[in-house]
């Protein structure tokens, strides 16, 4: 069973910058696109980017040009490099295999808020 565990997450304000952490344990996913969602207060779960095993990269219109995905298949995690946050990126963070998720995969997140 794969399990994912997101960190980094914290409150900053309009225009910093916030870096992500994702591990995921039970199985080796070099082989899979593992992405970043997320989820705003009253709204559904949106991806917003993903990496393909050999580092493919792919941007929601939302965050692209400000954030930056990368991956290390050796340790089986994922960072998302996020400049020039807005009050619009206030959510809650989830990593998972892209793009769609799988459901039993789904971890906590972590809370990121972007506030002055």
């Known amino acids: 069973q794969v399990q994912f565990v997101e960190s980094g997450g914290g409150l900053v304000q309009p225009g910093e910058s916030l870096t992500l952490s994702c591990e995921a344990s039970?199985?080796?996913?070099?082989?899979?696109?593992m992405g970043w969602f997320r989820q705003a207060p009253g709204k559904q779960r949106e991806w917003i980017a993903q990496?393909?095993?050999?580092?493919?990269?792919s941007y929601g219109f939302s965050v692209k040009g400000r954030f930056t995905i990368f991956r290390d298949n050796a340790k089986n995690t994922m960072t998302l490099q996020m400049n020039s946050l807005k009050p619009e990126d206030t959510a809650v963070y989830y990593c998972?295999?892209?793009?769609?998720?799988?459901?039993?995969?789904w971890g906590q997140g972590t809370q990121v808020t972007v506030s002055s």
């Open positions: 998972n295999l892209a793009p769609v998720g799988r459901p039993n995969y």
């Open positions: 039970g199985s080796d996913l070099r082989a899979y696109t």
């Open positions: 990496i393909t095993g050999i580092g493919n990269r």
